[in-house]
């Protein structure tokens, strides 16, 4: 099975930040990558699709890169909405598998 | 727009067999894939598996021979059988609609599979 590495596994920052979260798959995954949001006691939201593409209603501060092992969640300018946990997953060769998730909390 | 919502007990005995199932609501359940998926208290996102509206299945390696998923069309429902169950299986348990999108890079059509609506999820406790 695909071994998706997410990190950092947490971070603090402070609103108006940049931040990166990365996540690398344990062998090539083309662009079959989504990011999502799941903030406490709430079902996680699609942000990123396919490493890059932007899911509709998301605020364009988010972004997806990469392509194959590695990728990325940018937001550019975090708000004060964005403190929550973000989790990597890929969905190649019909099997899904998340990331461990990353942690952004207020420093 | 589609809307999803888990229901089945929120207690099951050890040993016993977790029954969940999903209602779609404001679509139809034909033409995509319905999966389940779980979180433990405190913990991450686990991925059980997913059903194509015509029956065909994928698990989570780690769970198959424990999981059973199916579809009711006429009903606009899917469900979620666990045997077995242990304390290990106390989570949140969510259901969610995996679409597909196509994207020209380069030329060339790919298809690209997420799940884009999720139910609020429901917490299941294995306890005796």
């Known amino acids: 099975a695909i071994q998706m590495t997410q990190s950092p596994s947490s971070l603090s920052a402070s609103v108006g930040d940049r931040v990166t979260i990365t996540c690398r798959a344990s062998?090539?995954?083309?662009?079959?990558l989504g990011w999502y949001q799941q903030k406490p006691g709430k079902a996680p939201k699609l942000l990123i699709y396919?490493?890059?593409s932007l899911q509709s209603g998301v605020p364009s501060r988010f972004s997806g890169s990469g392509s194959g092992t590695d990728f990325t969640l940018t937001i550019s300018s975090l708000q004060p909405e964005d403190f929550a946990t973000y989790y990597c997953?890929?969905?190649?060769?019909?099997?899904?598998?998340f990331g461990q998730g990353t942690k952004v909390e207020i420093k | 727009q589609v809307q999803l919502q888990e229901s089945g007990p929120g207690l099951v005995k050890p040993s016993e067999t977790l029954s969940l199932t999903c209602t779609v609501s404001g679509g139809s359940i034909s033409s995509y894939y319905w999966s389940w998926i779980r979180q433990p208290p405190g913990k991450g996102l686990e991925w059980i598996g997913y059903i194509y509206y015509s029956g065909s299945t994928n698990y989570n390696p780690s769970l198959k021979s424990r999981v059973t998923i199916s579809v009711d069309t006429s009903k606009n429902q899917f469900s979620l059988k666990l045997s077995s169950v242990t304390a290990a299986d106390t989570a949140v348990y969510y259901c969610a609609r995996r679409i597909s999108s196509g994207l020209l890079q380069g030329g060339h059509w790919y298809y690209y599979y997420y799940m884009d609506v999720w139910g609020k999820g429901t917490t299941v406790t294995v306890s005796s």
């Open positions: 396919a490493a890059s």
């Open positions: 997953l890929q969905d190649y060769n019909y099997l899904v598998t």
């Open positions: 062998q090539g995954i083309r662009n079959d």
